[in-house]
């Protein structure tokens, strides 16, 4: 079956360290997207790609890297530049182009908690 | 002010209940979504769209564009419906550039129904 991989589920930090939250998916979706949410707030949008290689800071991107070596591939490392990382990740993607660019497939989610 | 606002934050139904979600927004929009997050913080799409009403077995979606307002109802609600219902729209890019894919998200309902 079709869709995105999010890994791991549940990721304990001690502060000052980077962390790398894996998001995989074999939809062919050329866009890819990567949201933070808290508690009590809508999802926040961090960085969002819609080509190899290429990738666009969204909101929140600050404490933020990503790259995109590959289609499939979009992982998003918090660094510890984040000042306040614990939240919970998501990962999305879509095609691009025509109504279906606007339907998100998202991924189970990363929880994030920093010690 | 929010984008995208949604009432009531929090509903508690008997089963068997006929259920409203509202969504309001304050932007220009191509579309209009609704999603469902469960408990484990997984999301999927319901509906999208850009007038009118969609139903799906028990769900139904409608739109006002006029008055920049969404509801979304669910008949003979189910225990199993319980989870948090998020209201996202895609802005004009007009107005906000970027991907197709970037929604606005409103803060979410939490729903239980009890049995």
């Known amino acids: 079956d079709g869709g995105i991989t999010q890994s791991p589920k549940y990721l304990f930090r001690k502060e000052g360290q980077n962390v790398t939250l894996s998001c995989e998916q074999n939809?062919?979706?050329?866009?890819m997207y990567w949201y933070r949410q808290d508690p009590g707030q809508g999802l926040r949008l961090i960085y969002y790609s819609q080509i190899v290689n290429d990738f666009q800071k969204g909101d929140i991107a600050e404490g933020y890297s990503v790259s995109r070596e590959k289609k499939e591939s979009f992982p998003l490392t918090v660094t510890s530049a984040q000042k306040n990382p614990t939240a919970f990740y998501l990962c999305?993607?879509?095609?691009?182009?025509?109504?279906?660019?606007?339907?998100?497939?998202f991924g189970a989610g990363s929880r994030l908690t920093v010690l | 002010k929010n984008e995208v606002e949604q009432s009531p934050q929090n509903l508690t139904a008997q089963e068997g209940e006929f259920i409203t979600i509202n969504c309001s927004y304050s932007?220009?929009?191509?579309?209009l979504h609704w999603l469902q997050q469960h408990p484990g913080g997984g999301i999927v799409s319901l509906f999208m769209?850009?007038?009118g009403k969609k139903k799906h077995g028990r769900l139904i979606a409608t739109i006002n564009i006029q008055e920049k307002h969404s509801s979304l109802h669910i008949t003979a609600s189910h225990p199993r419906d319980s989870a948090v219902y998020i209201c996202?729209?895609?802005?004009?890019?007009?107005?906000?550039?970027?991907?197709?894919?970037?929604?606005?998200f409103g803060k979410g309902t939490k729903l239980s129904v009890k049995p």
């Open positions: 999305a993607s879509s095609i691009i182009g025509g109504s279906g660019a606007n339907v998100l497939t």
């Open positions: 939809l062919n979706h050329d866009a």
């Open positions: 769209l850009s007038s």
């Open positions: 996202a729209v895609s802005p004009l890019l007009i107005h906000y550039g970027g991907s197709q894919g970037n929604l606005i």
């Open positions: 932007v220009g929009i191509s579309a």
